[in-house]
């Protein structure tokens, strides 16, 4: 695959896949700190205000002898997160670590502006996705081909992060954040084959990104995440399992926040990528029976997964505005997630796909 097909996908599954229809507000943000949740384990949410919309995108601050960051949001809204670090009293030699899961727009698109406000920390990404960050060019241009006026809206351009500000990693690496903290980095592929999940022992606790899936407050179910080119699904089932052996005691999503109980949420997070797979599979084998293009097999296959898959929202949180529609399209489209399952069934079936291990 050559490097700019490498930028381009990636950038055509960033934050899930292409939004709903409905377009999201454009983010004004005064000078205010976001919301700011400290966890009883320690672990610190900062509210990335994605999109201008609360409760949609976390980062995480562990706060240890080398100051950690895990995720950071998109760059439209990177002074949201500079000012809520601020505001927890991190000056700009502070912070030592900026851990992204993966480069999707919605996750690492202001490492680089966290790179410029904090000058001696180390951004830490998979080392599949450290090229894109150093050169984000091609991913800049492909990003905005896939959004259009959504680039603008909710996105923002990466801003290039010098190489010898960025570690990429493997499986089984280990940041020492000092006074014997450390954080375990697990190589997560499924969601994205640039996909890196985080365990930091002293807590028992798992920072998925989107390995996992998305909840959002008042959400009942994990809804998976599963856009193209990289969906994968014995790569998603093999990630949750690596998760589940270490016997997390907190599971902290990207989208949005800690999930309880760690353990039945992983379950639950393998039995929905399944059915969602099943589903999908059995619609598109409905759609070629009758003779369907490509296109209105799409069609028809997201249209199932939306029906059968409706959001369920917890009966006190119907009324939440942080689950609407369009919130949770923005983070796990149904026709992204129909696309990414149909390009993992058509390279299963031609024999491409590339095995797990």
């Known amino acids: 695959m050559s490097e700019r097909r490498s930028a381009d996908d990636m950038a055509s599954s960033a934050s899930g896949g292409r939004p709903g229809e409905e377009p999201a507000p454009d983010p004004e943000l005064d000078d205010a700190p976001p919301p700011i949740e400290r966890h009883d384990d320690g672990v610190i949410a900062i509210d990335t205000l994605t999109g ?20 950071c949001g998109p760059a439209l809204t990177i002074d949201a997160v500079l000012a809520g670090l601020s505001s927890l009293g991190l000056d700009p030699g502070d912070l030592a670590y900026l851990v992204v899961t993966h ?16 000058p001696d920390a180390t951004v830490v990404v998979c080392d599949v996705g450290a090229p894109h ?33 960025l570690l990429g990693v493997s499986d089984g690496h280990v940041l020492d954040l000092g006074a014997g903290r450390r954080l375990e980095l697990l190589y997560t592929p499924g969601h994205a084959k640039h996909h890196i999940g985080v365990f930091d022992p002293s807590i028992g606790a798992i920072f998925s990104g989107d390995s ?16 193209p080119p990289d969906f994968h699904l014995e790569a998603s089932l093999a990630s949750i399992d690596a998760y589940r052996q270490r016997a997390p005691e907190r599971l902290y999503l990207a989208h949005y926040g800690p999930v309880d109980p ?16 099943e589903v999908a599979g059995t619609a598109r ?69 590339t095995p797990v291990g």
């Open 52 to 71: 201008g919309l609360e409760r949609v995108t976390a980062g995480y601050l562990i706060d240890a002898p080398r100051p950690t960051l895990i995720e």
């Open 103 to 118: 480069i999707h727009l919605d996750h690492a698109g202001g490492a680089g502006d966290v790179a410029a406000a904090f």
């Open 212 to 227: 996992v899936g998305v909840k959002l407050p008042g959400m009942r179910r994990i809804r998976p995440a599963t856009p």
């Open 262 to 277: 760690p353990l039945d949420v992983l379950d639950e997070a393998a039995e929905q990528l399944r059915l969602w797979t």
């Open 133 to 165: 960050l150093h050169d984000p060019e091609r991913l800049n241009a492909s990003s905005r081909r896939v959004y259009g006026p959504l680039f603008d809206q909710v996105y923002g351009a990466c801003t290039p992060i010098d190489a010898g500000r």
């Open 285 to 353: 084998r409905a759609a070629r029976q009758r003779g369907a293009d490509a296109q209105h097999e799409l069609d028809h296959v997201a249209e199932t997964l939306q029906h059968r898959f409706a959001v369920e929202l917890e009966e006190t949180g119907a009324t939440d505005v942080s689950v609407d529609q369009g919130r949770i399209e923005l983070l796990s489209d149904t026709r992204a997630n129909a696309a990414g399952i149909l390009r993992y069934l058509d390279r299963l079936e031609d024999g491409s796909l």
